[in-house]
């Protein structure tokens, strides 16, 4: 054969493999990622885009060496479960299912794929792990208990005279269950009294808030995923009624209430990227302990909170982390 046929041989030949050669050791190399929420709202996407981005910081990027499927249930719990099924069914490196309800979905759809949750209240009154140091099994992940006891308090600072908070909540949600016991807690300590008016839907949200008008003194909305995807509605009548709302997470103050100390959720998300990662490199889940999310910050919206009769104390003022809605 002629040097110009072998070069040409070559050349035909390398046209037949190049196609099929990079996929393969791109696939050879790649990991693959399922995240999904119960709903989409700002606090459970930041989360997501913070798993992503630590994912990334992690040596994991998405695009080159990682795939990341996502997708909401959009607060339908049997949506929840179909998704966690169909997870299961394409079998992804690592799931992460962002709030209680989807990742008791994704617990229930598989034993051996390693699960790391987040955004989960109380991941063992949820049936999520044994414990939170050993948690056992496929799964781990991140707590957000929030801090009932300040938020509590800030209301107490913002609003002396105030003797019933009323409760959003959605009584299906263990999350919320669990936080609206807490609150119960820390309100009878500081000689309060909680009106509770239950959201089962995102479309209820409005008329139970409704119900709330001349018997609650301020509103108090926990880390509740079906409350806080109808968030608008709820601080339009508090709005109309002078009736100030508060919320658990600090992404509603942004969205019209009046104040809150929480968690930064992108960095929530970050928290649990970081864990996704150890996953991914090898270790099992079950040995690692459930983390509790790191850091709380005190955002106001002195605006909304003036639209609903308030006026934000100079003390809570100059403590605030992030002043919105100015």
């Known amino acids: 054969m002629s040097f110009t046929r072998l070069l040409c041989a070559a050349a035909a030949l390398a046209a037949f493999v190049g196609p099929f050669a990079a996929p393969v050791e ?40 990682l795939k990341v499927e996502y997708q909401s249930a959009q607060g339908n719990p049997a ?16 799931i992460v299912p962002i709030s209680t309800p989807s990742a008791q979905a994704v617990a229930a759809a598989t034993r051996d794929i390693p699960v790391v949750f987040t955004a989960v209240t109380d991941p063992v009154s949820a ?19 929030a801090p ?16 019933r908070i009323g409760v959003l909540y959605n009584p299906g949600e263990p999350n919320s269950v669990v936080l609206v016991k807490a609150l119960k807690d820390e309100a009878a300590k500081a000689g309060l009294t909680v009106v509770e008016a239950s959201v089962p839907k995102s479309s209820d949200a409005q008329q ?60 929530v998300g970050k928290q649990t990227g970081a864990v996704v990662a150890r996953v991914l490199k090898g270790e099992k889940p079950g ?40």
């Open 26 to 65: 791109a696939l050879a190399q790649s990991k693959t990622v399922a995240i999904t929420a119960i709903v989409q709202h700002p606090a459970l996407d930041a989360t997501r885009d913070g798993v992503v981005e630590a994912l990334k910081e992690a040596g994991f990027d998405q695009g080159q060496n």
């Open 79 to 94: 949506t929840a479960a179909q998704i966690a099924r169909q997870f299961a069914g394409s079998r992804p490196d690592v």
């Open 127 to 145: 049936q999520l792990v044994k414990s939170m140091d050993k948690p056992g099994a496929n799964i781990t992940g991140l707590s957000d208990m």
């Open 148 to 163: 009932v006891a300040e938020h509590v308090a800030l209301i107490r600072e913002i609003l002396p005279q105030a003797k």
């Open 208 to 267: 139970a808030v409704r119900s709330l008008v001349g018997k609650a003194d301020a509103v108090y909305i926990p880390l509740d995923n079906t409350v806080v995807s109808a968030l608008e509605s709820v601080i339009a009548v508090g709005q109309q009624a002078k009736l100030p709302i508060f919320s658990a997470d600090t992404d509603s103050v942004a969205r019209g209430t009046a104040a809150s100390i929480g968690f930064d959720y992108f960095q």
């Open 287 to 326: 040995d690692l302990p459930v983390e509790l999310a790191k850091g709380t910050d005190l955002f106001v919206n002195p605006k909304s909170a003036a639209a609903m009769g308030v006026t934000l104390p100079e003390s809570v003022m100059k403590r605030a982390t992030k002043v919105v809605g100015q």
